[in-house]
């Protein structure tokens, strides 16, 4: 059974130990110098030694007081410590959301210091993934996920469309004239084995034999890209810092519609502030994004509606088909 604690006078003899004053102590604590004494003497007396030396000009600790003194401090220093998280529970909150890396690297950390600038009371947790998430599994408020949409027992917001392109080193992009010209290339491939036959439908090119590495990430594909190791097939929109420095090049403007970036988290779960603070966060940004696209955009573009998937995937089919036939 743990003894009763004399916490009043333990305060008492910290303060006094950490100033070596009696007064300065009283100050501190709010209470009279004579308080502070008092209680002092009434720890000395419980445990039968002498803390201090009490002197004409001060105070000096004595064995035991040197002894007791760590301790306690230690002690005092967890205690406030502890009650402090406990008081920040209050006014802040942690979100932890799941993002696949390809959206992370391509879009959120270019603009989450934007969402901590807004919300400082919210301690965001980024957990990077593959595109292979459980949220509940995985302890997720949200999670940023790249599909249709549709998964199980899961709410899904719209946020932007991924189409594909191809990548490469700049150097590779000149010696790159038509789409045929990849058939020369070493092409990079994710594990949907679909994209590339699908591109090169929308493209109006057969598709050659590929057997590039596979990767599961379209971050280390475009970065295996910029080292010349072949051309990669990436959600072209993630890749814009990249495109821009010229570590990347596009050699060619078709693309593929593969899928969307999706906000998701758990229907059996409701939304806490912090949660509603980061979707509608991210909503406006995208919003805000959108808006500035429109404005450097020229005034006058001719846009060609692309191929529905259904369409693409019969081209797709249709040019694998030829292709064999030819060999």
């Not at 003194?69 to 402090?84: E, N, Q």
């Not at 598709?207 to 475009?222: E, H, L, N, T, Y």
């Not at 991210?282 to 994004?289: A, F, S």
Request: hydrophobic share 45%; with cysteine; aromatic share 8%.
């Amino acid at each position: 059974m743990r003894r009763h604690l004399p916490l009043n006078a333990l305060r008492a003899f910290e303060a006094s130990a950490r100033l070596l004053s009696f007064t300065r102590a009283g100050l501190e604590l709010r209470v009279t110098q004579t308080a502070i004494s008092h209680q002092v003497k009434q720890l000395e007396d419980m445990l039968g030694a002498s803390l201090f030396r009490r002197l004409p000009r001060g105070l000096v600790l004595t064995d035991e007081g040197l002894a007791l003194l760590p301790v306690l401090t230690d002690a005092l220093d967890r205690i406030g410590t502890a009650i402090d998280r406990i008081e920040a529970k209050g006014t802040r909150e942690v979100v932890t959301v799941g993002c696949v890396a390809t959206f992370a690297t391509g879009w959120l950390l270019q603009r989450i210091d934007h969402f901590k600038r807004a919300h400082p009371y919210i301690d965001l947790r980024l957990l990077t993934n593959n595109n292979r998430v459980d949220i509940a599994g995985d302890g997720l408020d949200l999670a940023l996920r790249f599909g249709d949409g549709f998964w199980h027992g899961t709410e899904a917001i719209h946020l932007l469309a991924a189409p594909l392109s191809p990548v490469c080193r700049p150097d590779v992009a000149e010696r790159l004239r038509k789409p045929s010209d990849l058939a020369k290339e070493f092409l990079l491939r994710s594990y949907r084995a679909e994209e590339w036959p699908l591109w090169f439908a929308v493209a109006g090119a057969p598709c050659p034999k590929i057997q590039g590495p596979i990767f599961d990430s379209s971050v280390a594909m475009a970065e295996a890209a910029s080292r010349g190791v072949g051309v990669g097939l990436v959600p072209i929109a993630m890749f814009e810092n990249e495109l821009s420095s010229g570590r990347l090049a596009r050699p060619f403007v078709a693309e593929v519609p593969a899928g969307s970036y999706w906000l998701t988290w758990l229907k059996s779960k409701e939304l806490t502030p912090g949660m509603r603070a980061f979707r509608d966060w991210m909503l406006d940004t995208l919003r805000t994004d959108a808006s500035d696209a429109d404005d450097e955009a020229p005034a006058r573009e001719t846009i060609r509606k692309r191929p529905a998937r259904a369409k693409v995937k019969a081209r797709a089919r249709a040019s694998a088909a030829r292709t064999k036939r030819r060999r």
